[in-house]
């Protein structure tokens, strides 16, 4: 099982970017794929999880309305597109998957057996 997250970089405010999950060693719509972040002296932090089999989407309240997760799984990919990003969303991004994620902890990072080795997104102008 890999994971391996790309699409960072320097976005201005208000702009936008696109995150990608490339996903190999297993069927990735079978299992719960998330997106973390960690900015410098804080810690890993849910952003956003996509469910297996059915899709559901789950944000946490700070990026709700702004990004958006998505799962093409012809190219076993998921995606998180962010939108009008502010300086607060500068961070180390990783994407996620585990065993057996129970939806409802999607915010924890010990749900998550393989990470992917992130990808910088710096929001600044």
């Known amino acids: 099982v890999q994971l391996q997250a790309s699409g960072g970089g320097l976005v201005q405010p208000g702009g936008s970017l696109r995150l990608s999950c490339a996903a190999s060693g297993f069927t990735l719509e079978n299992y719960a794929i998330a997106w973390f972040r960690q900015a410098p002296g804080k810690e890993r932090e849910g952003v956003s999880c996509?469910?297996?089999?059915?899709?559901?989407?789950y944000y946490a309240d700070s990026v709700k309305g702004r990004f958006t997760i998505s799962r093409d799984n012809s190219k076993n990919m998921v995606y998180l597109q962010m939108n009008s990003p502010k300086p607060e969303d500068t961070a180390v991004y990783y994407c996620a998957t585990g065993l057996w994620v129970i939806v409802t902890r999607w915010g924890s990072p010990d749900e998550y057996d393989y990470w992917g080795q992130g990808t910088q997104v710096t929001v600044s102008s």
């Open positions: 996509i469910s297996g089999r059915a899709g559901s989407t």
